[in-house]
């Protein structure tokens, strides 16, 4: 069974600096996705980024970012100049046949 | 991007009955929907896996008997807790399966009293 591992549960970063988020998984498969999913107050899944296993770019939306690195099964998600609005629950997933979620990291903006 | 919506949106029943939740995939058609529960402060957590016009395939530990799943179209799965207990109180999130991705619905808060 995939598993996905974040180690930090809370994390925290001053408005305007840079934050990674760390997430490990382990599969034996060779064909599946990763995702970053925010999660804020009102509980709604937001998807942040999305990166194809096959791929080796790093994928990037805007500010976020993310270090995958598919021999380790790493997959960190790096948000650089933060804001307010950054604050949430995160949550790293993988999916191949389904969706399974990391236990989530509690980001706090500090202004 | 896609959408899924969830009915209700929150809900308080008292125990013993049996409450059912709707989720629909609005724009495009899903051939595979997910159920997942979610404790407070905790993460998502998959129940089923629903399949359109065939039973659902339950997560170890869900009790099949009281999650019914039905999935009757490509853009409806249903979600019911029979003989509702306190213990199932939660947040309950429906999630359609897209080429790339899944979308998620908005959740149903279940209170049971």
């Known amino acids: 069974a995939q598993t996905v591992t974040q180690s930090q549960p809370e994390m925290s970063v001053q408005e305007a600096e840079t934050v990674t988020l760390s997430c490990t998984y382990d599969?034996?498969?060779?064909?599946?996705?990763l995702f970053w999913y925010k999660q804020p107050p009102s509980r709604q899944m937001i998807l942040v980024i999305r990166q194809e296993a096959y791929k080796q770019q790093n994928a990037t939306e805007n500010r976020f970012s993310v270090n995958f690195q598919k021999a380790a099964k790493s997959f960190s998600l790096k948000i650089s100049d933060s804001q307010l609005g950054d604050a949430a629950m995160y949550f790293c997933?993988?999916?191949?046949?389904?969706?399974?979620f990391g236990a989530g990291t509690r980001l706090t903006v500090k202004p | 991007g896609a959408v899924v919506s969830q009915h209700p949106s929150w809900v308080i029943c008292k125990s013993g009955t049996s409450v059912k939740i709707e989720c629909r995939s609005l724009d495009f058609q899903a051939t595979t929907m997910f159920w997942y529960r979610q404790f407070p402060k905790q993460s998502l957590m998959l129940m089923a896996t629903?399949?359109?016009?065939?039973?659902?395939?339950?997560e170890q530990g869900v009790e099949k008997d009281k999650f019914l799943i039905n999935h009757a179209s490509l853009t409806l799965s249903t979600l019911t807790v029979t003989s509702a207990h306190p213990e199932d109180s939660s947040f309950y999130i429906c999630?359609?399966?897209?080429?790339?991705?899944?979308?998620f619905g908005p959740g149903t808060r279940l209170l049971v009293l």
């Open positions: 599969t034996s498969e060779s064909d599946y996705y």
């Open positions: 999630s359609a399966s897209g080429e790339r991705t899944q979308y």
């Open positions: 629903s399949n359109e016009g065939s039973k659902a395939t339950y």
């Open positions: 997933a993988y999916r191949s046949a389904d969706m399974r």
